[in-house]
């Protein structure tokens, strides 16, 4: 969806109500784990739609924007490691599902397969991958207690992502025509 000369305007106005969204999101709809410090989150699902919907730019900066917004609010102060985390989840997500053509009313066993597909790998490179080893690097954190936020951080994402996000496509591509499925008459 980005144009020739940078991003459109339509992304734009996407990144900006996917991070206030993410906000929001992040407040109301996060459910505490078992884990410290570690949430079911609801916003992730949001983020990989966006991340469907607008691409993989408009998935990293959501993911980045809205998680730095949502930390400075609510605890006062942005913890980066899994704010760029947020980030590499949305860009991951929005780059591997490019071929799904959901504008197009394109949702499908096949589409939803692939977008799950995304997300895991998306969750787990963010989750396991990127948000320990930065909080190690950054805060310097003891790694037991940053693998087993990931692990956990990772599973409940990918499950949440799967169903709610899944459902949220779904429902949004309904309410998309299918290409070639109007005709003129005659």
Do not use: C
């Not at 993989?56 to 917004?69: D, E, F, Q, S, V």
């Not at 496509?169 to 008459?185: M, N, P, Q, V």
């Amino acid at each position: 969806m980005a144009g020739s000369s940078g991003l459109s305007v339509k992304t734009i106005v996407a990144i900006g109500i996917g991070s206030a969204l993410f906000v929001i999101l992040g407040r109301f709809a996060s459910i505490p784990s078992f884990i410290p410090n570690t949430n079911i989150e609801v916003t992730y699902a949001l983020l990989a739609l966006f991340a469907l919907l607008y691409g993989p730019w408009a998935g990293l900066l959501i993911g980045l924007i809205g998680h730095t917004l949502k930390d400075a609010i609510f605890y006062g102060q942005p913890w980066f490691s899994w704010i760029i985390a947020s980030g590499i989840f949305g860009l991951i997500v929005g780059l591997l599902t490019r071929r799904i053509r959901i504008a197009d009313g394109e949702f499908g066993g096949m589409e939803m397969l692939r977008f799950n597909l995304a997300q895991l790998i998306a969750n787990v490179v963010s989750w396991l991958v990127v948000a320990p080893v930065l909080d190690i690097l950054i805060y310097s954190e003891p790694a037991n207690k940053v693998f087993v936020q990931g692990v956990g951080a990772a599973i409940s994402n990918t499950l949440t992502v799967a169903v709610v996000g899944t459902l949220l496509a779904i429902a949004y591509s309904k309410t998309r025509t299918k290409r070639g499925s109007l005709s003129r008459e005659a």
